[in-house]
């Protein structure tokens, strides 16, 4: 099996509209005289690649922590999509897609799109847009 890494770079990628911009400053520095180098991050954890646990919508959703990390590894299909389709069109798209799904190009999580994902079994859908 080939092993694709889709981690985006944490200080350069998009923020979601109304998050803070990861930050991060030095604190101590050999090249200053320090006996360490030490860096300081700040950042919402919704930057950069993470995972949008259930949590992050229902109320008593699995937290990160809960869920087995094997669910993020394993064969995929990738689907190059740049517009929103209804529930009809994302069901037929799915059809015989692995049960892991990366979507690129701008895609929305709009109900026609979670409803298709339910009805057709995928346990994992990865997201590059915003």
């Not at 092993?3 to 979601?16: K, P």
């Not at 101590?28 to 992050?56: F, K």
């Not at 229902?58 to 094997?70: A, E, F, L, R």
């Not at 069901?91 to 049960?99: D, T």
């Amino acid at each position: 099996m080939k092993i694709y890494d889709i981690t985006q770079e944490l200080f350069s990628c998009c923020v979601y509209p109304g998050d803070p911009s990861p930050k991060y400053s030095r604190i101590s520095q050999i090249e200053s005289g320090d006996t360490y180098n030490l860096s300081e991050i700040s950042l919402c954890t919704h930057n950069g690649t993470h995972i949008d646990a259930p949590r992050h919508y229902m109320k008593d959703g699995k937290t990160v922590d809960q869920i087995d990390i094997s669910k993020f590894v394993g064969m995929c299909s990738v689907i190059e999509q740049n517009e929103i389709l209804t529930k009809e069109q994302y069901s037929k798209l799915l059809q015989g897609m692995q049960k892991k799904i990366l979507f690129k190009g701008n895609v929305e999580m709009t109900d026609d799109l979670v409803s298709a994902i339910i009805e057709n079994g995928i346990e994992l859908i990865g997201v590059e847009s915003q």
